[in-house]
């Protein structure tokens, strides 16, 4: 009590401001641990050795050590030692800014105080990679006491860097007391320790014969790596203390810690639980701020390690009577509190907010007292009771959000009973598995959930045991749809996905096994399917001439075949043009036209003559305009008017449409006198100008060759041929060569069932064709030899 009655409280020193919880640290490589870990086995080694010598001291001695600096040992004497003392026996020195730099460890002997006093801002205690001291006590005494104003900096220092240790691994500098007192008032203690909990920054340890004693108030233990550790003592006060960013535990109470009272303080944004108690009994945790902390808010362990034998055979120490009470713990990382074990456990007025479970009771806690507590904010439940956790009373709570308010699972002989729960979105209160003894009874639940009070999976319990609870406020939830249960378990769409990859890659290959195999070269494929295709003569007769099959009627189409010329039979005439329904005649050019000579093209003998303008007559007329069929002016508008282009022909001279064109430019740069010229040029493809001279087909093809008299006078007199009268028109041979003054090139465009194809044909040299395909893609150009 000297030590609660003698603080001074430092307004500022807590703050109850709430943080996110900070991730854990990443685990410490082996390497890093191995070196810690013999660091650790080194320091019990040197103290050990120390303490036999304490018989014999009379006066303060510094001792070697191998593997480690020097040891100043302070023997028993009963004046306190003081800074002046130590300073003067060579364990410190005054630096030039008025700081204490410790250069060697210092072991307080029994009956032994040391007091370093608020007359010193700073305490340096020499750390780097050379090594690193101690200030520690045997059943002695050490006080550090700052001023509430201003105080006492306690720090690891680097000698050589003249700055704080940062670095954990190679050992840091510690304050620890072994079964003696340690006190610590208005200090900021950081950047101390290393490894374990005795050597991890301020240690009060010792054992059950030999307890320490002390405490701290008004103090902030800040990145240590263990904020404060308690292990072996009796009455340990940690009164308005702020144990922060520290990387284990902010205080950690250990095994055969009694009687240990936390009071007023804070733990926040440590990298792991804000206050652990473990195996240690009597401890109270009362009107203290957890917040922001990687693990649990406060978590208490309280199963026990040993048997002890009795009359009934063997019996397992637990702890006893541990207090949580009156304390805020918001925004941890998992629980906001938690007992594993122990005997009579009191959790009361507490507010917990933010955590995924806000109270969690289990693993053989047996006893405990869930009262007057205020929950808020989780994710998952309330309070959680069991697995293994039997005679819990839960009382006077006020819980509220989550998914469920109270959840026991195999907890048998449990109260429920005067607590409010709101905003549940499942059950209020859900009983699973074994039950026995269990009670709810005049609760007030409220929320939209399945049901209010769930006992389907429950055993041990019936309807009986639910008395007095009010549900007037409580929404039964429809019925979920199937699909609901991806709201509960969102893994479920991965599994289903990767459930899926077998029939969706089943479904894949069939449809490539289905579709044909592309042919390693398109444009050989495709120059071989259209040389072996055989079309219907019919509809190539159309389709030279542009004119589709469906425009045509019945009968126009019956005689407009009939009058069509017949096609040679010559067997030495192939085909250029792949997809040709069938041969062609010959074009007299270049090469071809040394091996065969010009002549005259002779007109079927068979072929009528009809009237201009007579559409019963004329099978052509249904595809003239109406326009187009008032009577002629004269010879010279014959075929410029009759048939103005040639999509309005049904017929051709020959299938072939490249060679309508290549006749056209023969006449229109051979024949610039011929008064029909300009008409066939007009008419664009110079097809079916036929009324006057037969068929246009065969009357213009033969017109360039050189025509015998074939007209026939009786239909239109003023058309026949006489000396005086258009006698160039039988006066002209075929020409010896072909196109002396133009661009040899052909090119026309081929519609057929495999798509647009764009055919350009060279005669010139020794019989090539230059073919390029675009049937629907991007095709390369391929140089082709026409058949020999």
């Known amino acids: 009590m000297a030590l609660v009655s003698g603080l001074a409280f430092a307004p500022g020193v807590v703050g109850t401001a709430a943080a996110a919880p900070l991730p854990p640290l990443p685990p410490v490589t082996s390497a890093d641990a191995k070196q810690q870990s013999n660091l650790v086995d080194t320091e019990d080694l040197r103290l050990r050795s120390m303490f036999a010598k304490f018989g014999v001291l009379k006066a303060p001695s510094i001792v070697q050590t191998q593997g480690s600096l020097p040891t100043l040992l302070l023997p028993g004497r009963p004046a306190p030692y003081t800074v002046e003392d130590v300073v003067a026996a060579g364990g410190m020195r005054k630096d030039v800014d008025g700081a204490l730099l410790e250069l060697t460890s210092i072991v307080v002997g029994p009956n032994a105080r040391f007091i370093i006093d608020q007359r010193f801002g700073t305490l340096r205690l020499a750390s780097s990679a050379a090594g690193f001291v101690a200030l520690t006590s045997w059943r002695g005494a050490i006080e550090i006491n700052g001023n509430p104003q201003q105080p006492m900096n306690v720090i690891s220092w680097d000698v050589k860097e003249l700055k704080p240790d940062l670095n954990p691994v190679d050992g840091r500098g510690y304050i620890r007391t072994m079964g003696g007192e340690l006190v610590v008032r208005n200090a900021r203690v950081a950047n101390l320790g290393f490894w374990n909990g005795r050597t991890g920054g301020l240690a009060w340890t010792g054992s059950k014969g030999q307890p320490s004693t002390g405490g701290a108030a008004n103090s902030t233990f800040i990145n240590n790596v263990w904020g404060a550790y308690i292990s072996g003592s009796e009455g340990i006060q940690m009164i308005n203390v702020r144990l922060e960013g520290n990387d284990r535990a902010g205080l950690a109470v250990h095994r055969d810690a009694v009687s240990t009272l936390i009071s007023g303080s804070t733990a926040i944004a440590n990298h792991g639980d804000g206050i652990t108690i473990d ?10 701020t957890i917040s922001g902390n990687s693990g649990d808010g406060i978590t208490l362990d309280g199963r026990g390690i040993g048997l002890v034998a009795t009359a009934t055979g063997v019996q397992i120490n637990q702890v006893k009577g541990t207090v949580i009470e009156a304390n805020k713990l918001t925004d941890n990382g998992r629980y906001g509190i938690r007992v594993l074990g122990g005997e009579d456990a009191s959790v009361r007025g507490n507010t917990v907010t933010g955590s995924t479970v806000g109270i969690v ?8 007292q869930i009262v007057d507590n205020t929950v808020s904010g989780v994710t998952e439940s309330a309070i959680q009771v069991g697995p293994d956790a039997k005679r819990t009373a839960i009382t006077t709570n006020k819980l509220s959000d989550g998914r469920m308010g109270i959840i026991t699972q195999d907890a ?5 009973s005067r607590n409010t729960i709101s905003g549940a979105t499942e059950f209020a209160v859900s009983i699973r598995g074994q039950a026995d003894g269990t009670t709810i009874g005049n609760n007030t639940l409220s929320g939209r959930g399945w049901r209010a009070v769930d006992i389907n999976k429950a055993t041990g319990i019936t309807g009986a045991a639910l008395t007095g609870n009010d549900v007037s406020n409580w929404i039964p939830r429809v019925e979920r749809p199937w699909y609901s249960i991806f709201e509960r378990h969102p893994a479920l769409f991965v599994w289903s996905f990767m459930a899926l990859l077998p029939i969706l890659g089943w479904r894949i290959r069939r449809r490539w096994r289905k579709r044909a195999a592309e042919h390693p070269y398109p444009e050989s494929d495709l120059l071989v399917q259209r040389m072996n295709k055989v079309s219907d003569p019919k509809r190539s007769a159309l389709a030279a001439v542009g004119v589709k099959e469906a425009a045509v009627p019945v009968g126009a189409a019956a005689a407009m075949l009939s009058a069509s010329p017949p096609v040679s039979a010559d067997s030495e005439r192939m085909p250029m043009v792949p997809g040709q329904a069938g041969p062609r005649a010959p074009s007299h050019r270049g090469a ?12 079927p003998a068979d072929a009528p003559w009809f009237a201009p303008g007579t559409p019963a007559a004329d099978p052509g007329a249904a595809l003239v305009p109406a326009a187009l069929r008032t009577p002629l002016d004269g010879p010279t508008e014959t075929f410029q008017r009759r048939i103005p282009e040639r999509a309005h022909s049904p017929f051709s001279q020959d299938d072939n449409p ?15 006198d011929d008064p029909l010229n300009g008409h066939g040029h007009g008419n664009g493809n110079g097809n079916g100008n036929g009324h006057g001279h037969g068929h246009g087909h065969g009357n213009f093809y033969g017109n360039a060759h050189g025509y015998d008299d074939d007209f026939q006078p009786a239909i239109r007199p003023e058309l026949a041929p006489s000396a005086d009268r258009f006698p160039q028109w039988n006066a002209h041979p075929a020409e010896p060569q ?9 090119t026309t465009t081929i519609v057929s069932d495999e798509g647009v194809s764009v055919v350009k044909l060279d005669a010139v040299g020794p019989a090539r064709a230059m073919i390029s395909y675009n049937n629907g893609r991007s095709r390369d150009r391929h140089g082709r030899k026409d058949p020999e």
Not at 658 to 671: C, H, S
Not at 738 to 743: R, T
């Open 361 to 368: 009771i289990k693993s053989g806690a047996n006893g405990t």
């Open 738 to 746: 072909g196109y002396p003054n133009a661009v040899d090139e052909d």
């Open 279 to 288: 195996r240690a009994s009597g401890s109270r945790v009362m009107r203290s």
């Open 592 to 603: 071809a036209a040394e091996q065969r000579p010009g002549g005259s093209q002779p007109r």
């Open 412 to 416: 048998p002989t449990n109260i429920i």
């Open 658 to 672: 490249t060679m309508d064109v290549r006749f056209q430019r023969d006449r229109i740069q051979g024949y610039q």
